[in-house]
DNA sequence: CGAGGCGTTGAATGGCCTCAACGATGGTGG
DNA sequence: CCACCATCGTTGAGGCCATTCAACGCCTCG
């Protein structure tokens, strides 16, 4: 449906925010006519495929970007050089925030699916949200879902046994969802978000596997057990 | 209750904001005399021992705090009860922040060890943040600081060996200090940031005072040998 | 003085990591 | 079209490190 929609001017350019089919979501949503006439820069529209970076962490901040359909990962690299998944941006979801305050990114932003984005300049969104209450808003309740997300990675995702953390990410994979099926990213991926080796991420899907907690029903699609699942996860 | 009747005798009285001793640091930095003018809210300011809290997670969110000197945890709760730090505010940190955009309380906020507070309700901020850019733009760096720490814990407290977290947290406690000396917490809490148990904390601790790498200067104050600890740190 | 909290230490277990090998898959070039 | 290679998921074996359960000393406080 959204994709349907976008894919249509996918490549095009430049986007058409009064029309845009999730508008009503968006960061953009408290936007009222005069507002948008006062967007003078274009506001780029594109599809990046899996492996592809938006930015890198340290480089000039200067644009945001609402991830309209796909999953990207924000990566944070450590000294000895492993690297850590810090948060998922899906559907509806603005990265970049960060642009608004310092003057660069925090994090490796990476596609791991195929992903829509649209970017526009962080300059904007300063000068709309200087005097528009309702962006101000959006953007708070924005900053705080990122906070809650990051918070709830610490407890749910990176404490307790390697059972426990991989259950609670598939659990948290189809929490969003309409059915109780979802696309698995790789197992280093799923690592890196939980704080495990690939072997030990391997190991444990290839588990529940065995025990039909995971159902494969189209290759990399899974079928949840979702009751013993979240048995599992609270144990 | 209890936390009501302690932070009701603590209160030593009603804060002068606009002499306040760190006015330049804190959330009402950019405010001016007419903005003063519009908060007739009472904004109170007290002193809470260790182990009181602030607030819990689920509380009605109705005002915001600036820790003014001392420090507070943010406590999360795992479904088995188990918990886990998510975040230390230490002076001219507010919490409470999402009581701006949510309802309620995400954590329990509580001190450990003696803390300043000031308090001040969540409608006032959001007011004045309506019309006051420059207000506006400090709970944006605000909002960052915190997610930037919550990143940094999941990267730096939350992976590689007890050895290495153990090391960074020490490294990052004394990170904003004129001294390269700190005082430590104790080790169940240091376990709940690091994500450890209690045990592996102390012995830990405990080796690197034997090795030197911690020096314990007075009751409970340490002095650290932080080339040596940043050594462990990155390796 | 006894009780309880806290830090420390010991011993044993087990879970996760490391290193390694192998099959399946998919893309590439001959 | 097929041989070749790289990548990815999987599995095995072995070892280390963190956990678990327990005990003990020290301290404060009632």
Known sequence: MVKNVTLREAWSGEADCRN??????VLFAGLEEKDFERIHDPIDQFVIKPGTAL??????????????????K???????????????????DV???EALV???????????????????PARVVRMLGRDNPKLHRELMARWQRALSEADAWLTELSTGSARQRVARLLLRLVRDQDSSECELFSRED????????TETTSRTIAEYKRQSLLVEVTPNFFLLDIPNLRRIAEE
């Open 190 to 197: 799923m690592g890196a978000m939980l704080g495990i080796t």
């Open 95 to 97: 990265i970049g925030l």
């Open 74 to 92: 924000l990566v944070q690299y450590l000294p000895d050089g492993g690297q850590r998944i810090v948060r998922l941006a899906r559907t509806t």
């Open 55 to 72: 930015y890198h962490a340290g480089d000039d901040g200067d644009h945001l970007f609402t991830v309209r359909s796909g999953t990207c």
């Open 102 to 120: 310092e003057d660069h990114y925090e994090h490796d932003a990476v596609a791991v699916q195929p992903t829509e984005i649209c970017r526009f």
């Open 20 to 25: 845009c089919s999730l508008r009503a979501s």
